[in-house]
């Protein structure tokens, strides 16, 4: 079974940036679309950023167009979240997730899931 592991969360000031990383142990994730998803306490889980495991076709949630990317790194096995300028409403744990689905158009089932990194922005 696929296991999937965040890291990088941690605190940052408004107007900040971060990295986040997801990478597979044992498995390449270029087969795989790779969603990143953000629930904060009290709200519905957002997907924020999808990659497909195809072309790199990437699609973003309006919250974070233009401020989120989602980079492959294939070299080191890892799709990558960076996250520039960032509001303290970005405050959430975030989690990776892998699907079989070659699209991150329509619905996509989640097929696997880490268990999330925090990312707090506050002054």
């Known amino acids: 079974q696929l296991q999937l592991v965040e890291s990088g969360g941690g605190l940052v000031q408004p107007g900040g940036s971060l990295r986040l990383s997801c990478a597979a142990s044992?498995?390449?994730?270029?087969?795989?679309?790779i969603g990143w998803f953000r629930q904060a306490p009290g709200k519905e889980r957002e997907r924020v950023a999808c990659i497909s495991n195809s072309g790199g076709s990437t699609k973003y949630a309006d919250s974070v167009k233009g401020r989120f990317t989602i980079p492959r790194d294939s070299a080191k096995n890892t799709v990558d979240l960076q996250m520039n300028s960032l509001k303290p409403e970005d405050t959430a744990v975030y989690y990776c997730a892998a699907s079989g689905h070659r699209s991150c158009l329509g619905y996509v089932p989640w097929d696997y899931w880490g268990k999330g990194t925090l990312v707090t922005v506050s002054s």
């Open positions: 044992g498995f390449t994730l270029d087969y795989y679309a």
